[in-house]
């Protein structure tokens, strides 16, 4: 059985116990401030709704979904059960309360019931992703030509900006609050962006962009460093396709280092488009 939680009280022993298993831990709760924020906080945030299953009376699975019905989207923060039946009624529940909606899932690898289910909706898949943290602050990088986003450029980074991702660049921009925008300038031109988080305690790169043509001129890397410079003192995490090692260099030249045992993967499901 399913039904919405107004808090956690009682639940954290089961929290820790499933988040300590390799095979079923969150990578969105994957230290202490994670934990924190993305979870035992949630029941205090308006748009986050937390989900228990019960069965005989014990907790056998728990979500927290980040629901926007304005906008046909929800993003799972949390979810923690070992049993296959879990999630098979979570999106049966998904299925019938919110029929069209965009739903993105980021989950651990190895958690095989959830991957099979999402691979059995037809949701797509992004590569597998390493999780690396800054752990020493870089050499000194030459930033000049990065330039905070404003009003004179903001024409030429929306055009270039993604729109296929839900953080599009009208919502980056207007999220000042959270986000901070950086610019690749070259003679007056944007050649490229990253849009990363500020407000948190460890923060992260969300989009970082160099127009093909300006590739290979070490523009990646001088927005990262100011990226790193203007965090200070927060911390800093990023993720990174697993096989994409020329990125996996890069941000090891700036002083990050993979977190072993906290790959994840990120799958869409539009609900109802699958079987």
């Known amino acids: 059985m399913i039904r919405e939680l107004r808090s956690l ?9 499933i988040n300590s298993d390799p095979a079923f831990s969150d990578p969105m709760l994957s230290t202490p401030w994670l934990l924190e924020n993305n979870l035992l906080h949630a029941a205090e945030k308006p748009n986050d709704h937390l989900f228990g299953v019960c069965r005989d009376g014990a907790l056998v699975g728990l979500f927290d979904f980040l629901i926007l019905p304005g906008e046909k989207y929800l993003e799972m923060i949390a979810g923690l059960s070992r ?16 029929p069209g909606f965009q739903a993105d899932f980021v989950f651990n690898p190895a958690n095989a019931p959830l991957k ?5 909706k037809q949701a797509l898949f992004c590569p597998e992703q390493q999780k690396m943290v800054l752990s020493a602050p870089p050499a000194a990088v030459d930033t000049a030509g990065i330039e905070p986003l404003s009003a004179a450029y903001l024409p030429q980074y929306l055009a270039m900006h993604g ?19 950086l ?8 050649v490229g962006y ?10 992260e790169p969300y989009d970082l962009f160099v127009r093909e043509e300006h590739r290979r001129r070490g523009w990646g890397r001088k ?19 697993t096989d994409n090692i020329p990125a996996i260099r890069l941000y090891e030249s700036l002083g990050f280092e993979a977190v072993p045992g906290q790959n994840s993967l990120t799958a869409t499901w539009r609900i109802g488009a699958g079987a």
């Open 9 to 17: 009280d009682g639940c954290l022993d089961f929290i820790l116990e």
């Open 163 to 181: 729109t296929d991702v839900y953080w599009t660049g009208e919502k980056v921009a207007a999220a000042v609050d959270r986000f901070r925008v």
């Open 116 to 120: 099979a289910l999402l691979e059995r």
């Open 223 to 241: 927005l990262l460093a100011r990226a790193v410079e203007l965090n200070r003192p927060n911390g800093m995490m990023l993720l990174v396709e």
């Open 83 to 98: 049993e296959a039946a879990v999630y098979e009624e979570m999106a049966a529940y998904l299925e019938r309360e919110y």
């Open 194 to 203: 990253l849009d990363v988080t500020h407000c948190f305690d460890e923060n």
């Open 183 to 190: 610019l690749a300038v070259d003679s007056g031109a944007v």
